[in-house]
């Protein structure tokens, strides 16, 4: 079982960043495929972005493209969300998730696709 730790959200202001953490224990996440999803109020919980088991290929929902920055740092067990430019339509609960073996772009934007969640971390955008 893989747990995963998100961390680094917050308060921010519109125009700002913030450096989201997804910390995992458990298994190595070498063999994961890493995304991260976000729930604002009253929304269904959406894709934000993904990441490939070696890091080679990432992949963003278009509200996010140019703005936010997925990565993985394999030896750090740790993946992460770079997030500039921040909008208050980005604010929303973020969670990161973990896809064994990986898999492509259609099925990392997919919910239901991933295997370990972790329990979301609260950015809030003031404009």
């Known amino acids: 079982q893989v747990q995963l730790v998100e961390s680094g959200g917050g308060l921010v202001q519109a125009g700002g960043s913030l450096r989201l953490s997804c910390a995992a224990s458990?298994?190595?996440?070498?063999?994961?495929?890493m995304g991260w999803f976000r729930q604002a109020p009253g929304k269904e919980r959406e894709f934000v972005a993904a990441?490939?088991?070696?890091?080679?290929?990432?992949y963003y929902t278009d509200s996010v493209k140019v703005r936010f920055t997925i990565s993985r740092d394999n030896a750090k067990n740790t993946a992460y969300l770079q997030m500039n430019s921040l909008k208050p339509e980005d604010t929303a609960v973020y969670y990161c998730a973990a896809r064994l073996y990986g898999g492509s772009y259609y099925r990392l934007r997919r919910i239901n696709e991933y295997d370990h969640w972790g329990q979301g971390t609260q950015v809030t955008v003031s404009s």
């Open positions: 990441i490939s088991l070696s890091g080679d290929n990432t």
């Open positions: 458990g298994r190595t996440i070498e063999n994961y495929a």
